[in-house]
């Protein structure tokens, strides 16, 4: 993965991007390619947290990649093989990843998204019946199933946990862009659905870029999910070609490690 665009943040998001917290944070894009045509992976980072617990929401990233199963084993990354030729990984903090063992897909490696879910039936019903998901693959035997917004996308993962989900504090969310002028209309379906909405429609601010619209939403079991206004979403996410210098320049400049340290603190465990 290649890293696609890397900000700062002197204060917290107004519309939690970075969680439930005040302080100072970053957040770095990470994919196989620009956001236009790949799914990538937000990364934040708060500098005063030294730790999350995690939950039973997020049960993993699907990659299809001989070349990431190759990597892992170079590096003497532990990788258990779950199902022939699929072989599960953990990144530090304890997200897992599943790499499939084939030829890379050119459109995005990236295959799925796993979510945990209380109720599938109820879960599909939301993501399908009013986000307007198409239903890929469905195993009521597997409590499982598979949905997307188009052929050559990432898909989404529905999974049934056996009971409550749980979310930890993480706080991820799963974003999509659509056409600005459909965001009052998502919203508007769901007061009239009696649905959670988070975060009425409202405009975000990054320094120097693009401002965005974005409403936010929760599903049956809390998953937190975005829409953004795709116009300036577009201006916003267009990759630097100075992210990596600006993420290792962060990484070197970030003593909070230390003056914790310095002062016989711990970082606070979220």
């Not at 934040?44 to 999350?52: D, F, H, L, S, V």
């Not at 998204?113 to 998901?133: A, E, F, P």
């Not at 990596?244 to 310095?262: C, G, Q, R, V, Y």
Request: proline share 4%.
């Amino acid at each position: 993965l290649k890293v696609l665009r890397h900000e700062e943040f002197e204060e917290g998001c107004k519309a939690s991007c970075n969680g439930p917290y005040d302080g100072k944070w970053s957040k770095t894009m990470v994919g196989y390619g620009p956001e236009d045509n790949h799914f990538v992976a937000e990364l934040t980072y708060n500098y005063g947290i030294g730790e999350y617990r995690l939950g039973n929401d997020f049960l993993g990233i699907t990659l299809v990649s001989s070349q990431a199963v190759s990597n892992a084993k170079k590096m003497g990354w532990p990788l258990k093989e779950v199902t022939s030729g699929v072989f599960e990984t953990e990144a530090p903090g304890g997200y897992k990843f599943y790499l499939e063992d084939k030829e890379q897909l050119k459109q995005d490696p990236v295959w799925k998204v796993t979510l945990g879910v209380s109720n599938l039936q109820k879960s599909v019903s939301y993501w399908s019946g009013l986000l307007g998901m198409k239903i890929y693959e469905k195993d009521e035997e597997k409590q499982r199933a598979l949905l997307g917004y188009a052929d050559n996308q990432c898909k989404l993962e529905l999974k049934a946990v056996g009971g409550a989900v749980d979310h930890g504090t993480a706080f991820g969310r799963i974003a999509f862009s659509c056409a600005k002028d459909e965001l009052p209309s998502i919203e508007a379906l769901m007061k009239k659905e009696n649905q959670k909405i988070l975060t009425p429609l409202v405009s975000l601010d990054t320094p120097g870029k693009a401002t965005v619209q974005v409403v936010i939403l929760a599903d049956p079991d809390g998953h937190e999910i975005c829409f953004v206004g795709d116009e300036a979403f577009r201006e916003l996410s267009k990759v630097d070609p100075h992210g990596d210098k600006l993420l290792d320049d962060a990484m070197a400049a970030d003593n909070s490690d230390k003056w914790f340290a310095e002062h016989n603190m711990k970082k606070v465990s979220a």
